[in-house]
């Protein structure tokens, strides 16, 4: 768990976030449970926030099921629900900035390349992620493609030497290697964004001070910071 690098003075910001595919799970309430607690011993809120931009699982009974399972366990939120499929405008602009800064570019390879180059890099013992083939596409080839209609995603541009230094205030500092961080797809080919993108576009959109969430998300972390690199410090709990 780490502050957002807000300072003292900012009203405490929290929130849950789950995404409607499947059934209530223990954990969303446990995490709902703690960012709960945390708001009402500072005097602050605590936000729901349904996380639905993966269009073939999500659901709105789903959703309902998770709404209902919250209020059972008396787990009420302050604001919200806010729904991530009704913000595609906020995520797509965002993606534009990105673009234009030159901070993101287009991915034309095909499912068939991907999942060749997959192949290649376990056979050769290589670093799983992407081979960042299309990075180097000049500007004018990658508008000239995605005005032709040619299906893309939208990749984030990690640095390739350095390393990402976090702040986490329970774990204390964490260090993970740039080059070992994937650059990963923040726009689908459909156009709906990936979570990494909606979520760390709405935690600043939404003042969240602190995020507090499963340790699995440490691992994503220098992705969220390579998307809001204001926001020094967000975070993970186990
Ligand atoms: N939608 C994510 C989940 O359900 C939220 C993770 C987070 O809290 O950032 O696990």
């Not at 900035?97 to 095909?110: E, Q």
């Not at 992620?129 to 893309?152: I, Q, T, V």
Request: hydrophobic share 35%.
């Amino acid at each position: 768990m780490s502050d957002a690098g807000h300072g003292t003075d900012t009203p405490v910001r929290v929130r849950v976030a789950p995404s409607p595919t499947g059934d209530p799970h223990v954990g969303t309430a446990y995490q709902a449970l703690v960012n709960l607690a945390f708001a009402r011993s500072r005097g602050g809120v605590f936000v729901l926030r349904i996380e639905d931009t993966d269009r073939a699982r999500s659901s709105r009974a789903s959703e309902a099921a998770i709404l209902d399972a919250l209020r059972w366990l008396g787990l009420d939120w302050d604001e919200g629900p806010y729904r991530q499929s009704e913000r595609l405008d906020l995520y797509r602009s965002e993606v534009d900035r990105l673009l234009a800064a030159g901070s993101a570019y287009r991915c034309f390879c095909t499912r068939e390349r991907l999942d060749e180059m997959r192949r290649e890099n376990r056979a050769e013992q290589r670093f799983p992620g992407y081979d960042r083939r299309c990075r180097s596409l000049s500007s004018a080839e990658s508008e000239r493609r995605a005005a032709a209609g040619e299906p893309h995603t939208v990749r984030l541009a990690m640095p390739t030497e350095g390393e990402c230094v976090m702040q986490d205030l329970l774990r204390g500092e964490i260090r993970r290697e740039w080059e070992l961080v994937d650059d990963q797809v923040i726009l689908k080919a459909d156009g709906y964004p990936t979570y990494h993108l909606a979520c760390t576009v709405d935690d600043h959109e939404m003042g969240i001070s602190h995020v507090i969430r499963g340790e699995e998300w440490i691992n994503s972390l220098p992705k969220h910071l390579r998307l809001a690199p204001s926001s020094t410090s967000t975070s993970c709990a186990g």
